[in-house]
């Protein structure tokens, strides 16, 4: 199982390329292709179908306090902060690379399009998306039998979105994880979960985007949650500021599909801001 998560992982298919979004954005170009479904490389925790485009390097700063529901005891969420610093390089139009590290994990992935949205064409776009993080939470104090192999978590989606007006994107994403070590002796090294999202453009600069990823085969006695977070893109030109409330203080991947803890209805919900330059 593990050699063929890895072979998923590295493995990118031969695909379409890409168009250059920040020039192109909101437009349609001359083949047709139907671009910028999403200003950000993410909705807000679920990556989008947007690449970087060839040569271009983000800097991301993605940053989620703690949960407001500590109130003044915790600072309203200022205490028990997660911050992951990344790099995404646009290796070619249609595949993109990254690396990044936060208190939680570090992880680093593949993003490459498979076919794009026509007006008179193909309905959707799709992108391939592969991850794998190393687990920085796990203490060998606590876990004497650890290896560094037990670390590790390969994640596999599958991103479909469809631009239908210059308003509204959707998204779907089927995804396969394993985690080659879980805490609990129920849940499945390797699990299953379906991600939704979408982003409605609210002015020429701003737009509302959700997501949620509902987990399909969690342990019945499972402490954690399904993800769900809500909040705002600022596009200024040079970068796009996104800011947000969230039930998850994950942000990669493995992160906020198999380990959220919060939960909307307690309040137990985190603020964050992800911060794009691209270079």
Do not use: C
Not at 88 to 105: H, N, P
Not at 257 to 265: K, M
């Amino acid at each position: 199982m593990k050699k063929l998560i890895l072979l998923l992982l590295f493995v990118p298919i031969i695909s379409f390329s890409q168009e250059d979004l920040l020039n192109g954005i909101d437009s349609v170009s001359e083949k047709e292709k139907v671009s910028a479904a999403f200003k950000g490389l993410k909705i807000v925790n679920l990556e989008s179908t947007k690449l970087a485009a060839k040569g271009d390097l983000y800097f991301i700063v993605a940053h989620r306090f703690g949960s407001v529901k500590d109130g003044f005891e915790g600072f309203f969420g200022l205490d028990n902060a997660n911050t992951q610093l990344k790099f995404v390089y646009g290796l070619t139009d249609w595949l993109t690379i990254s690396a990044a590290r936060s208190e939680l994990a570090y992880d680093f992935s593949t993003k490459y399009t498979l076919i794009h949205q026509k007006t008179d064409g193909f309905p959707v776009s799709i992108a391939g998306f592969s991850s794998l993080a190393i687990n920085n939470t796990l203490k060998e104090s606590l876990y004497p039998k650890l290896t560094f192999d037990d670390r590790f978590t390969y994640v596999q989606q599958l991103l479909i979105s469809r631009k239908y007006s210059e308003k509204l994107s959707l998204q779907l994403a089927p995804t396969i994880f394993h985690e080659n070590f879980v805490d609990n002796a129920q849940q499945n090294n390797t699990q299953y979960a379906i991600g939704i999202g979408g982003r409605y453009k609210l002015s020429k600069r701003w737009s509302l985007n959700m997501d949620y990823a509902a987990h399909l085969n969690r342990a019945s006695n499972s402490v954690y949650k399904n993800p769900l977070s809500i909040g705002f893109d600022l596009d200024t030109g040079g970068h796009v500021f996104q800011m947000h409330f969230t039930s998850s203080q994950g942000i990669h991947e493995a992160g906020y599909l198999g380990q959220t803890t919060g939960d909307w209805t307690k309040g137990d919900v985190f603020f964050g801001f992800n911060l794009l330059r691209v270079f």
